[in-house]
C-alpha cells in the first residue's frame, strides 16, 4: 500500500467515525471532496436533464413481466412453467394463462410474428407504450465483452464476477466494474464529468432510497434523503443536544469552523455543505408537496415507490431555484427475491411499479419537463424460466423498462430471446444469457444525459468492447 493509500483510507475512516458520533440519522455524505478527474472536458449543459434508476431489489421475475403472447410462444412458456392451477387465479404454477393478458397485449410484433404482452397488473405502463413514451429493453445484463453459449461454457471469455449472486450483481449493475470492492458507480462517474454546471453540487446524485454505489462518483457524492424530505440533523437543527439550544449552537460552529489540520478542515467542509443543503431543500420545497402535485400521486400513501417518485418530482420542479442543471436520482422497491409465493406476490409488486412510473410521467408532463428526464429499471438479474413449484430461481438477462418525452416510445429495444430450456441464448434453465450489456445502455443514456462518446469509455470500463449507439434508445433530433 502507498503512502497516499494510507493517507486516504485514514481521512476517509475518520470522517465516517467522527460524522457517526456527532450525528445521529444525519444525511452528511462520507466521502472527501477531491477535484474532478484531470482529463474530463467541462461540459456544457445551459439546458437541464435528470436520470432517474429505479432499482428493483431482488431480481425481478421478467418472464412474468413481459409475457410471451403468440399461440405458439405463449404456449411453449406456459408448459414450461405450468404446474398446479392456483384456484381463483389466472396461474397454473406459476404461469399466466394466455386469456389474462389480452388487455395489455403489445404492438407492434416482433420478429417472425411473435407478439408480447405486459402482466395484466401493468396498465398503466401499457398506457405509456401505447402512448410511446415507453419502450421495453429486451433482455439486458452485465457483460465484460460480448459472449456466447459456447464461450461461456468453455470459460473462454472474461465474465462478470459471481454471476446469479444478489449483492455482487446488484454492484455490478451500478458500477459496471469488474473487479470487487468498486467504489465508484457508473451514475456518479457521468455527473462527475457535468456537475460543475450545478450550482449546488451537493445535488447532482441524489438518492432516496439509502445507500447508493450507483450514485458514488470520484467528486460527485449521494446525497440521501428520504421520501418525505431531507434528513434533520436533530442535534442541531432540533436545537435538542442536551435539551439544550446553546450546546446545539455550539456543536455547529464545531463542526463548521476552521481547522488548521487537512482531515479537520475537509471534515468541516463535509459537514458545512450537509448543513447548507438541508437549510437549501427545506427552504425550496418546503415541508408539504402542493395540492397539485400530490394528485398526480394518488398511490404515494401506500406505494413506497411513488412516494420515492414524488419526492424526486419535487426537486426537479425546484431545478431552477437549486440551479441545478444535472441530476441523477435513485430509487428503489425490494420483495423481488421469489422463490417461492411468486403468484401470490409478485402482481402486487409490478402494479405498483407500472402505477408509480405512470404517476412519474405524468407529474414530468404537467411541468413540461418530460422531454429533459429520463428514468429506467434495473435489477440484480433476471430468472429462470424453469419453475421451482411456487417461484423462480436467479438468473442472468432481463427485460427492463425505460420512459420520458425523450424516449423513442412503443418499441421492443435490442434482441429478444427465444423461450426454451435449450437454446443458445440461456445457459440453463432458461436462464438468459445477455444480448444487451450494461454497458451499451448505460452508454446511451449517459451520452444523452451530455456525457461525450469519448467520455462514456470513461464512465463505462467495458464500453468500448461492445458496439454501441446501436439501441436507439432516444428518438432522433429533427
Known amino acids: 500500500m502507498?503512502?497516499?493509500?494510507?493517507?486516504?483510507?485514514?481521512?476517509?475512516?475518520?470522517?465516517?467515525?467522527?460524522?457517526?458520533?456527532?450525528?445521529?440519522?444525519?444525511?452528511?455524505?462520507?466521502a472527501t471532496s477531491l477535484g474532478l478527474m484531470a482529463d474530463a472536458a467541462a461540459q456544457s449543459a445551459n439546458d437541464y436533464k435528470a436520470l432517474v434508476c429505479i432499482f428493483l431489489y431482488g431480481a425481478n421475475d421478467h418472464y412474468n413481466t413481459v409475457?410471451?403472447?403468440?399461440?405458439?410462444?405463449?404456449?411453449?412458456?406456459?408448459n414450461i412453467r405450468k404446474g398446479t392451477p392456483?384456484?381463483?387465479?389466472?396461474?397454473?404454477?406459476?404461469?399466466?394463462?394466455?386469456?389474462?393478458?389480452?388487455?395489455?397485449?403489445?404492438?407492434?410484433?416482433?420478429?417472425?410474428?411473435?407478439?408480447?404482452?405486459?402482466n395484466p397488473e401493468m396498465t398503466a405502463l401499457k398506457?405509456?407504450?401505447?402512448?410511446?413514451?415507453?419502450?421495453?429493453?429486451?433482455?439486458?445484463?452485465?457483460?465484460?465483452?460480448?459472449?456466447?453459449?459456447?464461450?461461456?461454457?468453455?470459460?473462454?471469455?472474461?465474465?462478470?464476477?459471481?454471476?446469479?449472486?444478489?449483492?455482487?450483481?446488484?454492484?455490478?449493475?451500478?458500477?459496471?466494474?469488474?473487479?470487487?470492492?468498486?467504489?465508484?458507480?457508473?451514475?456518479?462517474?457521468?455527473?462527475?464529468?457535468?456537475?460543475?454546471?450545478n450550482n449546488r453540487s451537493s445535488l447532482t446524485c441524489v438518492s432516496v432510497n439509502g445507500n447508493a454505489l450507483f450514485l458514488s462518483g470520484q467528486s460527485a457524492i449521494s446525497y440521501q434523503m428520504s421520501a418525505t424530505g431531507a434528513t434533520t440533523v436533530n442535534a442541531i437543527k432540533g436545537k435538542s443536544l442536551f435539551s439544550s439550544a446553546a450546546c446545539a449552537t455550539a456543536l455547529q460552529t464545531l463542526m463548521t469552523?476552521?481547522?488548521?489540520?487537512?482531515?479537520?478542515?475537509?471534515?468541516?467542509?463535509?459537514?458545512?455543505?450537509?448543513?447548507?443543503?438541508?437549510?437549501?431543500?427545506?427552504a425550496a420545497i418546503g415541508a408539504n408537496p402542493s395540492a397539485a402535485l400530490n394528485a398526480l400521486f394518488p398511490s404515494a400513501a401506500s406505494n413506497t415507490l411513488s412516494a420515492q417518485l414524488k419526492m424526486v418530482a419535487r426537486l426537479i420542479e425546484q431545478q431552477a431555484t437549486f440551479g441545478m442543471k444535472r441530476q441523477v436520482f435513485m430509487v428503489g422497491m425490494g420483495g423481488f427475491d421469489l422463490h417461492d409465493f411468486l403468484p401470490a406476490q409478485h402482481p402486487a409488486l409490478l402494479q405498483k411499479l407500472s402505477s408509480a412510473m405512470k404517476e412519474f410521467d405524468d407529474a414530468m408532463?404537467?411541468?413540461?419537463?418530460d422531454a429533459q428526464v429520463t428514468a429506467f429499471t434495473a435489477s440484480d438479474f433476471g430468472r429462470t424460466l424453469a419453475s421451482n413449484g411456487d417461484g423462480s430461481d436467479h438468473g442472468w438477462g432481463s427485460h427492463h423498462f425505460v420512459i420520458g418525452g425523450a424516449v423513442a416510445g412503443g418499441q421492443f429495444l435490442g434482441t429478444a430471446p427465444e423461450i426454451g430450456l435449450t437454446h443458445n441464448e440461456q445457459v440453463g434453465?432458461?436462464?438468459?444469457?445477455?444480448?444487451?450489456?450494461?454497458?451499451?445502455?448505460?452508454a446511451e443514456l449517459a451520452n444523452w444525459f451530455g456525457v461525450s462518446q469519448t467520455d462514456v469509455k470513461t464512465v463505462l470500463p467495458n464500453a468500448s468492447h461492445f458496439d454501441l449507439y446501436k439501441l436507439g434508445l432516444f428518438k432522433k433530433l429533427a
Do not use: C
Not at 5 to 22: H, P, V
Not at 365 to 369: C, D, H, L, R, V
Not at 434 to 440: E, G, I, L
Open 429 to 442: 434453465s432458461g436462464r438468459l444469457l445477455p444480448s444487451t450489456s450494461v454497458d451499451q445502455l448505460g
Open 127 to 197: 398506457t405509456l407504450f401505447d402512448s410511446k413514451r415507453a419502450s421495453i429493453l429486451m433482455n439486458v445484463g452485465p457483460l465484460i465483452v460480448p459472449t456466447t453459449r459456447q464461450q461461456y461454457d468453455n470459460k473462454s471469455v472474461p465474465l462478470p464476477p459471481k454471476l446469479f449472486s444478489h449483492n455482487d450483481q446488484q454492484a455490478y449493475w451500478q458500477s459496471s466494474f469488474q473487479t470487487e470492492g468498486a467504489a465508484t458507480g457508473w451514475g456518479g462517474r457521468a455527473a462527475d464529468l457535468i456537475m460543475s454546471n
Open 2 to 30: 502507498t503512502q497516499h493509500d494510507s493517507q486516504s483510507i485514514s481521512r476517509r475512516t475518520l470522517l465516517k467515525r467522527s460524522t457517526a458520533l456527532a450525528l445521529q440519522r444525519v444525511s452528511i455524505p462520507m
Open 67 to 78: 409475457i410471451p403472447y403468440d399461440l405458439a410462444t405463449h404456449t411453449n412458456y406456459f
Open 257 to 282: 469552523q476552521s481547522s488548521a489540520t487537512p482531515m479537520g478542515s475537509e471534515y468541516n467542509v463535509v459537514a458545512k455543505r450537509a448543513l447548507d443543503t438541508y437549510d437549501g431543500i427545506v
Open 86 to 118: 392456483v384456484a381463483g387465479t389466472i396461474y397454473d404454477g406459476i404461469a399466466i394463462g394466455r386469456d389474462a393478458l389480452s388487455a395489455t397485449a403489445l404492438s407492434p410484433s416482433l420478429s417472425g410474428g411473435r407478439q408480447m404482452a405486459l
Open 365 to 369: 408532463i404537467s411541468m413540461g419537463k
